[in-house]
C-alpha cells in the first residue's frame, strides 16, 4: 500500500519561504515519477513542480525560479523549497506520486500553506 505523507506547510508572510517534504512508502521509491499540486480556494488543482526519477525537474510558470523541486532516493522524500512566496501562493499543496508500473497515481493528505500579505 503506497503512502506519501507531507509535512512543512504553515503561515508565512510574503517574501518568505517554506519547505515541504513528502514521505512516501510502500513502494520502490527511486523508479516512480513524483510532484507537488496545489489547490487554491475555489479553483482547481494544479500542478506546481515535478521531478522524474532520473531527477529531471519541470515547473510551473508562476513558481519558476522560486520553487525548487528535490528527492532523495535514499530517504523516500521528495521536498518543495518555495521562496519569495506571494498570497498567490495560497492553497493547500499535494504529493503525487506516478507508479512506474501500474501507473496508479496515488495522493498524500495535503498541507496547507498560507502566505499573508
Known amino acids: 500500500q503506497v503512502q506519501l505523507v507531507e509535512s512543512g506547510g504553515g503561515l508565512v508572510q510574503a517574501g518568505g519561504s517554506l519547505r515541504l517534504s513528502c514521505a512516501a512508502s510502500?513502494?520502490?521509491?527511486?523508479?516512480?515519477?513524483m510532484g507537488w499540486y496545489r489547490q487554491a480556494p475555489g479553483k482547481q488543482r494544479e500542478l506546481v513542480a515535478g521531478?522524474?526519477?532520473?531527477?529531471?525537474?519541470n515547473y510551473a510558470d508562476s513558481v519558476k525560479g522560486r520553487f525548487t523541486i528535490s528527492r532523495d532516493n535514499a530517504k523516500n522524500t521528495v521536498d518543495l523549497q518555495m521562496n519569495r512566496l506571494n498570497a498567490e501562493d495560497t492553497g493547500v499543496y499535494y504529493c503525487?506520486?506516478?507508479?512506474?508500473?501500474?501507473?496508479?497515481?496515488?495522493w498524500g493528505q495535503g498541507t496547507q500553506v498560507t502566505v499573508s500579505s
Open positions: 503525487n506520486l506516478d507508479h512506474a508500473y501500474t501507473r496508479k497515481v496515488y
Open positions: 510502500g513502494t520502490i521509491f527511486s523508479i516512480n515519477a
Open positions: 521531478i522524474t526519477s532520473g531527477g529531471s525537474a
